[in-house]
């Protein structure tokens, strides 16, 4: 009972600062969309889309300080950016570029606005695909999900990230955030698993952290194996 109470209070607290972050940018991110009215979204990933719940940008922050890699060294990558919210937060971070992608046009009409609204830099953009053949960047990833799909569709997207993964040279940092379909990514044997610790000890980690092999010697050659920014 007292857990359920406490996660009540933290759900709130969570969408009074979703709330304020909205009002500090200009921006409508925080109204949910459920998938039945994804109704712009081709019927396959429709079926297999969660709704739309905007993301934390406290868990962001917590996800790249802890990921142990420079995101200086990274291009930004929000699979299922929905209304784009956490690319806006992505860009308080020197990441190199930032990029939604975003399948259903009603909430990637929503995304480019709100990108207008916040006069995100030029390192910010989002497009209107599908995470299965959406144009990737040639660069090292960093992969941000916020469980934007789940079943055949994570599969092939897992799989596509798997390839991308396995190119000689290339650094590859996946956070999944939700983590449902955690263990689809590392059936793949391309990725190291690292589950980023709560700060609730009672509750199991939501967000796990896959390295392919590049991106996991930069997170070892970081003695402390997290991020502090210089300022």
Request: hydrophobic share 40%; proline share 6%; net charge positive.
């Amino acid at each position: 009972m007292g857990q359920t109470i406490i996660d009540r209070l933290l759900s709130g607290l969570r969408r009074r600062r979703g709330e304020r972050f909205d009002r500090r940018h200009g921006i409508e991110t925080s109204k949910l969309v459920k998938r039945d009215a994804l109704t712009g979204m081709d019927e396959e990933l429709r079926e297999h889309a969660g709704d739309y719940v905007p993301g934390n940008p406290a868990v962001l922050k917590r996800i790249v300080r802890k990921s142990g890699v420079d995101p200086a060294a990274f291009t930004f990558v929000d699979l299922g950016c929905g209304k784009g919210r956490m690319l806006i937060a992505a860009s308080e971070y020197p990441f190199r570029a930032i990029l939604g992608i975003e399948a259903d046009p009603d909430l990637f009409a929503v995304a480019e606005r709100n990108m207008v609204s916040a006069q995100a830099s030029g390192r910010v953009s989002v497009v209107h695909q599908d995470a299965r053949t959406a144009d990737l960047p040639a660069a090292d990833l960093f992969i941000y999900m916020y469980s934007p799909f789940r079943g055949p569709i994570f599969e092939q997207v897992a799989e596509r990230l798997a390839d991308l993964a396995g190119e000689p040279g290339r650094a590859v940092v996946i956070a999944y955030s939700a983590d449902w379909e955690a263990d689809i990514l590392e059936r793949t044997g391309r990725f190291v698993r690292i589950p980023m610790r709560r700060r609730q000890f009672w509750a199991p980690s939501t967000v796990s952290f896959f390295y392919n092999a590049p991106a996991d010697r930069m997170r070892r050659s970081n003695h402390q194996g997290v991020f502090r920014p210089s300022t």
